[in-house]
T-cell receptor, first 114, second 115 residues
Framework: DTAVSQTPKYLVTQMGNDKSIKCEQN?????MYWYKQDSKKFLKIMFS???????INETVPNRFSPKSPDKAHLNLHINSLELGDSAVYFC?????????????FGPGTRLTVL | AQKITQTQPGMFVQEKEAVTLDCTYD???????LFWYKQPSSGEMIFLIY??????QNATEGRYSLNFQKARKSANLVISASQLGDSAMYFC????????????FGKGNQVVVIP
């Protein structure tokens, strides 16, 4: 029943580790996104994929690598985690088309780097 | 440059009263979309309402309405008959069609509904 799901919901890890966050949507949407929400609640776009093709790649350290195995999934892999990576990461999806479509968000993954 | 501005400090509103959350935006595009999302303390982002730049009528969704003033570049959210469950952060966002439809968010407004 869940439209956009993310796993895990919470992730606590040590500095220097590599971790992945998974996102799946069952809405049939063509475009998926990753956003980062910092400790001040500010949300910023990181990446976007349209039909498995990367279309947005903001100024994000290359330790962050998105991967879209199919249009229903967009995973985020983070290498060599740093303290500053601690944040809530949201996945979102929207229908295709040049203009239009509301973005629906997953529940978020709270990443804490110790 | 900041594209979405939400400057109100945290707000307290009495249950059953209406509350207006201010949002101004900056874009040179003619075609754009404006959204409001709600983030309760549980953390999820819930879509509330959408206004397209060419829509002539103000959007309404149940108790939510969007007061769209295009010339002033404002898109204020009005919540009528506040309920305790409306306590949350509210984010205004703009979609720009030439930015691959990315959403640019404001910093949010905190609303606390008191009984």
């Amino acid at each position: 029943d869940t439209a956009v799901s993310q796993t895990p919901k919470y992730l606590v890890t040590q500095m220097g580790n590599d971790k992945s966050i998974k996102c799946e949507q069952n809405l049939g949407h063509d475009t998926m996104y990753w956003y980062k929400q910092d400790s001040k609640k500010f949300l910023k776009i990181m990446f976007s994929y349209n039909n498995k093709e990367l279309i947005i790649n903001e100024t994000v350290p290359n330790r962050f690598s998105p991967k879209s195995p199919d249009k229903a999934h967009l995973n985020l892999h983070i290498n060599s985690l740093e303290l500053g990576d601690s944040a809530v990461y949201f996945c979102a999806s929207r229908p295709g088309g040049a203009i239009g479509g509301t973005q629906y968000f997953g529940p978020g993954t709270r990443l804490t780097v110790l | 440059a900041q594209k979405i501005t939400q400057t109100q400090p945290g707000m307290f509103v009495q249950e059953k009263e209406a509350v207006t959350l201010d949002c101004t935006y900056d874009t040179s595009d003619q075609s754009y979309g404006l959204f409001w999302y709600k983030q309760p303390s549980s953390g999820e982002m819930i879509f509330l309402i959408y206004q397209g730049s060419y829509d002539e009528q103000n959007a309404t969704e149940g108790r939510y309405s969007l007061n769209f003033q295009k010339a002033r570049k404002s898109a204020n959210l009005v919540i009528s008959a506040s309920q305790l469950g409306d306590s949350a952060m509210y984010f205004c966002a703009m979609r720009e069609p030439y930015g691959n439809n990315r959403l640019a968010f404001g910093k949010g407004n905190q609303v606390v509904v008191i009984p």
